[in-house]
């Protein structure tokens, strides 16, 4: 959800009352930004099941810290910095690096074959990016967070942040265009 209002509460309101431990205000902030979590860290990751452990453990730090925001209009950059922070610790405990990406789409209607290999050289060249980038892909290009947000979700400056999602829009070029 990217509206100024969580069901018809601002936003800064329902954190508030969320960080003072208010569940229902809590499962508004859920209903609301869950979606959003889910997509930025399947691009993060590109698996199903680990998506649902790193924002269910992103919900949880959530529960614990979000008290200490300080300020509670920018609870969706936070949010998703969150999730890409779980997201990035629940694959370093895996074994091994994360490779297949299901990015399923539906088929041409028309049947023509130069989809699916579209959509396997965009699947070999988000591989070969770290977690990292997927994830700042995911929060600019999933999330629409804008310039300010996503350089203070990943803590920099909006214009290191543009630079670093520039370089890796170049490399997937690169890497498409050489497929």
Known sequence: ??????????????????????????ARLVEAYHGDMARVAFVACGDRELVEDAVQSAWLVAWRKLHSLRDPERVRPWLLSVTVNETRQLVRRRRGPVVELDLEVPGDPRGDPSSSIERLDLRRALAHLSPDDRALLAMRYVADLGSDELGRAVGTSASTARTRLCRIVDRLRKELRDA
């Open 1 to 26: 959800m990217n509206g100024q209002a969580v069901s018809h509460q601002p936003v800064a309101a329902t954190v508030e009352l969320a960080g003072e431990g208010d569940e229902a205000a809590f």
